[in-house]
């Protein structure tokens, strides 16, 4: 008679879930009247977006578009990646996050290319290299926020 125990635990380990399988997570644009969704691998950094589409033909009910990762939306090196919208109505771009290093970027569809494209990740107080730029540059198109008036 064969031992039962063992053959119970190759049955399990075969059927279990990969441990570690990609997790993502969603953010919507913050624009209120932008209909766009974005997603990140929350392990590689990698941003993707879909939108609903109007079909121009047939009267259908519609179709997702989607935007597959262009110039620095693509994976970057493994760490923990999250997105944050802003709370600004008008902006139709999110940020992408490295919480353990604290780094950023911003990420917006180029729908011309139809991508995602993302700015280079960078940090406050992190030194100034080459194509990154710390502060401002010039005078804020956005509205003062939060203080008195």
């Known amino acids: 008679m064969r031992p039962i125990l063992p053959t119970l635990l190759v049955c399990a380990t075969l059927s279990a879930p990969p441990a570690l399988a990609s997790s ?3 953010v919507p644009a913050p624009q209120n009247d ?4 974005y997603r990140i691998d929350k392990v590689t950094g990698e941003v993707t977006s879909c939108q609903y589409g109007l079909q121009e033909s047939g009267g259908g009910i519609g179709q997702t578009v ?10 970057q090196p ?14 139709a771009g999110v940020f992408r996050v ?15 290319k139809e991508q995602v494209v993302c700015t280079q990740q960078s ?5 100034a290299t080459e ?5 401002r540059t010039g005078p804020s ?6 203080g008195r008036p």
């Open 131 to 135: 194509g990154v730029q710390t502060g």
């Open 123 to 127: 940090r406050p107080g992190a030194e």
């Open 34 to 37: 932008l209909n766009r969704m």
């Open 24 to 26: 993502y997570e969603f």
């Open 98 to 112: 490295n919480y353990r290093t604290g780094e950023m970027s911003i990420c917006f569809v180029l729908v011309k």
């Open 141 to 146: 198109a956005t509205p003062p926020q939060g």
């Open 78 to 91: 493994p760490s923990e990646y999250g997105l944050v919208a802003s709370r600004h109505a008008r902006e």
């Open 66 to 75: 989607c935007f597959g990762a262009g110039e620095g939306a693509g994976a």
